[in-house]
């Protein structure tokens, strides 16, 4: 029987695997592939245990999670995100958290968010997030909107875009699942042709356990794993 940590550490591996084959597929460089491990419902002692393996960076998607574990992750060394659907009510709170939101997806939420950062005196990271899908469960922007909401939330000082993210369609159909995908690469494309977004800014959060390669082929600079690392959520 393997242990917790040899499991996360051979889990990891295949992972990074599974990532440098895609790119490789794609002709793409592999280091422009980042891992971002989703850690929803994971415990504390087993995101040490990746940590330690090497990984950077964590992404949680309920503040309310983030309130519970934060002491017991706070002090290891790696970038932490916010990738869920945030409430306004929650803003104050998960500032205190995170160096990134990867889910605004709302003029209403960008401005909150603006006003409690400028109150704080700080700017923060973010990622449009954008329905790709058109499924009406999945939050994100309307892709037809998406240009508007970028343009709006450029003329608030204190988030910097870093690029988009979706959560891509659930499918047994790949060609439709890579749809969702190449939508998300051509709307950042567009965007920096027209100046709405910094060449720099193009960051392309997309892909997930079951469609990493997918993805990847498709543009993806950050790839969100979390039960084919730490297994089936419960
Ligand atoms: C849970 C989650 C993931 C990871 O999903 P897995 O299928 O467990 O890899 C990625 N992105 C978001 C926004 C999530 O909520």
Do not use: W
Not at 27 to 53: C, F, H, Q, S, Y
Not at 60 to 81: G, M, S
């Amino acid at each position: 029987m393997l242990s917790e940590q040899e499991q996360i550490i051979s889990a990891l591996q295949s992972i990074h695997t599974r990532i440098d084959n895609a790119c490789e597929k794609a002709g793409r460089n592999k280091d422009e592939v980042r891992l971002l491990l989703a850690t929803k419902t994971v415990p504390p002692e087993k995101i040490k245990m990746a940590i330690e393996a090497g990984e950077t960076l964590i992404g949680e998607n309920r503040v309310q999670e983030y309130t519970e574990k934060f002491d017991a992750i706070k002090d290891l060394p790696c970038e932490r995100h916010f990738i869920g659907h945030l409430q306004t009510n929650k803003i104050k709170e998960v500032l205190k958290y995170v160096s990134c939101i990867q889910s605004v997806d709302s003029i209403d939420l960008a401005e909150k968010l603006d006003t409690r950062l400028q109150y704080e005196d700080k700017s923060i990271d973010i990622f449009v997030q954008v329905n790709t899908s058109f499924e009406e469960s999945k939050f994100g922007v309307e892709p037809s909107l998406a240009f508007d909401l970028i343009k709006r939330i450029n003329q608030l000082g204190t988030l910097k875009i870093k690029g988009l993210m979706t959560i891509g369609l659930f499918s047994e159909d790949e060609l439709l699942v890579k749809k969702s995908y190449r939508l998300l690469r051509e709307l950042r494309n567009e965007a920096i042709a027209k100046d709405l977004l910094r060449a720099a800014s193009n960051e392309l959060s997309m892909g997930m356990s079951n469609d990493l390669e997918l993805a990847i082929e498709e543009g993806a600079t950050m790839v969100r794993v979390g039960s084919a690392v730490f297994g089936k959520r419960g």
